[in-house]
């Protein structure tokens, strides 16, 4: 930042670095020391250092001219008259002394008579546009610490300055409004008069911008007439506001009397000091005072047994509390009243009816109490709850492929972009979205959730961005928000996304360009801060080809693309699976099954699964149901995993373990299969024995026992 020195005495401004003649000096030592200088003379002193006159370039040229030469000395050329000025003669003063001298140079002594500056016009120019700049800087840095705002234009109204305040006010750039005509940016304000005849503006209401503000304008006035003026505006928006609240305030409080005027029970109100500064005729009457006898009083020195001021005090609450009252029991309350944190009084409410039918009352309560405890019950068994969302420590997987998967996801949902998921019907792309969503900035925010494929054409345009009040026949009188403006804040998860109509398609690209929706019968867009995660087990890109997809819109939702393997290419995830629906239907159903027996592991291994994990999901909720012990056998599992096989006999008791496949064969597979499994848990989990046994649903025990077995040391 540049800062300037005060300019107050000749010693600021003058110049001290000069060369110093003698009267026996050669006129080439002259042209020398003016070589080293910009200065127009140099003073000639004699021996002593007293002033004996001043030489100049004026005095050199003559003395050139007559011939004389470099050697010879400068006395006979030099001036004897020369200005002199006292190094503490004021800024002002010189200014005064300057402007009446022909004399262009002057010579600075101290209060010995020493020489020891120099001063010219040239060092006044310089030192009055410095003094200039100071003042111009200190005039602005006065306007910005207004807290008005400040507007100055010239005489063809053309604005050249404005402060900070005027720019926070009305919401403007300086670099907009600078150099533009006053008339353009604050129209109505009407400066014609002012520039014309120097009219001032005096406490003027004026209103642009949404800001209502008081203006006063002045015109600046030089020596030849009106060269401008200078608006000042102060801002009174927020009085007004303050003035429209003072005015509902008392609105409110004029209700609020009302209201305890018409109230059957006494009330009362006191102050943080317990004195009264509101109360009612109800409780005036039961006590049988006046208005005058209680405002402002003391509440426990006029009412028996009254507690108000302990409430006011420690801010505890009293709920139905049993007070004497001329020696009746009577059922009061006493709450405080607490504002930004701080109690500032209590109320109290006296209930005229007697403590016996209160009890009365209070039993009729307690038996609809129950009543209403039994219905709840009743209804729950009846009603299912919609399961919790998942993280992504809930997705099960040993899969090295699909742990690399979680780990993309993971790091995309701490961006905003939009992300398309696919992959085959029942692969967890919902699950995916989920877990980015509670891993996202976004986590406190609504996770929306919209079925493509399963809301009617009809109705898709008005689900997604909703409707205004009467916008079509059947519309509910109040209108409906859509699921973009249900999802502000958070994610909306556009699922089958593949299957959207061309006719909606163009309306959603729209809502992810500009982020905003307009509901059905509106007449204008409001803005939704979304993140859209869409999923679809389609092929988009052929959809393309066909023209049943918008490209525009494929590379509007393709910013981040995640492709969810299915289920066969990642079966060493099969068993883990299993054994993780295993212990969520043993949890709903209030059953301990334990294992899965190696030949079910075994059939469920060797299926392709084209449901993926949702059918694998089911088939295990199935077998759950059949198995009778703590262990899901093959028999329990259904037919269609048995292709080209007969399936076991389900009549079989629980000691028959027959199988469709020799016993060897099928026992060396089994452990082959449990090998991989473990082995890939174990890489999975970075070798540690905990983890890799968490993994696979069982135990660190059971890890260690079948370790032990297939002869694995890690």
């Avoid at 004996?52 to 050139?64: P, S």
């Avoid at 018409?262 to 006046?290: K, P, Q, T, W």
């Avoid at 009188?477 to 089958?496: Q, V």
């Avoid at 052929?542 to 289920?567: A, C, T």
Wanted: charged share 25%; with cysteine; hydrophobic share 40%.
């Amino acid at each position: 930042m540049r800062r300037w020195k005060e300019i107050t005495k000749i010693k600021d401004i003058m110049t001290t670095d000069f060369v110093r003649l003698q009267p026996d000096d050669t006129i080439e030592k002259a042209i020398r020391s003016f070589r080293t200088t910009r200065l127009e003379g140099l003073p000639v002193l004699d021996k002593n250092g007293t002033l004996l006159g001043i030489f100049t370039k004026t005095n050199l040229y003559d003395a050139l001219l007559l011939g004389t030469g470099l050697a010879d000395s400068i006395e006979p050329y030099f001036n004897l008259r020369v200005a002199k000025i006292s190094e503490n003669v004021s800024y002002e003063e010189f200014i005064t002394i300057i402007k009446s001298s022909p004399v262009g140079l002057g010579v600075v002594v101290d209060d010995y008579d020493r020489t020891v500056g120099m001063i010219t016009k040239v060092d006044l120019i310089l030192a009055v546009v410095r003094k200039g700049e100071m003042l111009n800087a200190e005039l602005c840095a006065i306007y910005n610490a207004m807290q008005s705002g400040v507007v100055s234009f010239n005489e063809q109204g053309i604005i050249t300055f404005v402060n900070r305040a005027i720019k926070k006010i009305f919401s403007v750039r300086e670099k907009d409004i600078v150099n533009t005509p006053l008339a353009l940016q604050f129209p109505g304000l009407n400066v014609e008069k002012l520039l014309a005849g120097g009219e001032t503006i005096n406490s003027k209401k004026y209103e642009y911008r949404e800001k209502t503000v008081i203006v006063n304008a002045t015109p600046i006035i030089e020596e030849d007439g009106i060269a401008g003026g200078v608006a000042v505006f102060q801002d009174i928006t927020e009085l007004e506001s303050v003035a429209m609240e003072l005015e509902g305030t008392k609105r409110l409080n004029k209700t609020m009397e009302t209201i305890l005027e018409m109230a059957y029970d006494g009330i009362v109100v006191v102050d943080e000091h317990g004195r009264v500064i509101l109360v009612n005729h109800a409780f005036l009457d039961f006590f049988g005072l006046s208005h005058g006898q209680l405002m402002g009083k003391k509440l426990e020195n006029i009412i028996e047994n009254s507690r108000l001021h302990i409430v006011a005090k420690t801010g505890a609450t009293e709920i139905n509390d049993v007070q004497f009252i001329k020696g009746k029991p009577y059922v009061v309350s006493r709450l405080p009243i607490v504002r930004d944190g701080r109690i500032i009084g209590a109320i109290g409410k006296i209930v005229f009816s007697r403590v016996e039918e209160v009890q009365e009352i209070a039993r009729k309560l307690d038996a609809m109490a129950s009543k209403l405890s039994f219905y709840k019950k009743e209804l729950s068994k009846y009603s299912k709850n919609a399961p919790d969302m998942v993280s992504f420590d809930d997705i099960v997987t040993i899969n090295s492929e699909f742990i690399k998967t979680k780990q993309e996801a993971y790091r995309v949902s701490q961006s905003n972009s939009t992300i398309l998921l696919t992959g085959e019907s029942g692969t967890g792309k919902e699950l995916f979205a989920q877990a980015i969503h509670l891993a996202s900035q976004r986590r406190k925010g609504p996770f929306i959730k919209v079925n493509c494929a399963a809301v009617p054409e009809n109705l898709l345009e008005s689900e997604f961005f909703g409707y205004m009040p009467g916008a079509f026949t059947g519309a509910h009188r109040e209108g409906k928000p859509g699921k973009f403006e249900l999802a502000d804040g958070g994610t909306i998860f556009l699922d089958e996304i593949g299957d959207m109509p061309l006719s909606l398609q163009a309306k959603i690209l729209r809502v992810l360009q500009d982020r905003a929706v307009e509901r059905l019968g509106a007449t204008k867009s409001k803005k939704v801060d979304v993140r859209v995660i869409a999923a679809t087990n389609q092929n988009l890109e052929k959809k393309l080809r066909e023209g049943s997809f918008r490209e525009d819109l494929y590379y509007r939702l393709n910013v981040i693309s995640l492709e969810l393997p299915p289920l066969r290419e990642r079966k060493e995830d099969i068993i883990p699976l299993s054994y993780v629906f295993l212990q969520k239907y043993n949890q709903l159903f209030g059953l301990n099954i334990k294992e899965l027996s190696p030949q079910a592991m075994f059939v469920l291994q060797n299926y392709d699964w084209p449901g993926n994990v949702r059918e694998l999901e089911n088939v295990i909720e199935r077998a759950v149901n059949f198995a009778s012990h703590d262990v899901i056998e093959e028999r329990h599992l259904p037919a269609k995993l048995f292709p080209g096989q007969e399936q076991p006999d389900k009549q079989h008791s629980d000691g028959d373990k027959g199988t469709s496949v020799n016993a060897d064969i099928f026992e060396k597979k089994v452990n082959e299969a449990e090998y991989e499994i473990i082995l890939s848990a174990l890489r999975a989990a970075g070798g540690n024995k905990s983890k890799a046994a968490a993994l696979l649903g069982k135990s660190r025990s059971w890890l260690y026992e079948r370790l032990k077995k297939m002869d694995i040391w890690l």
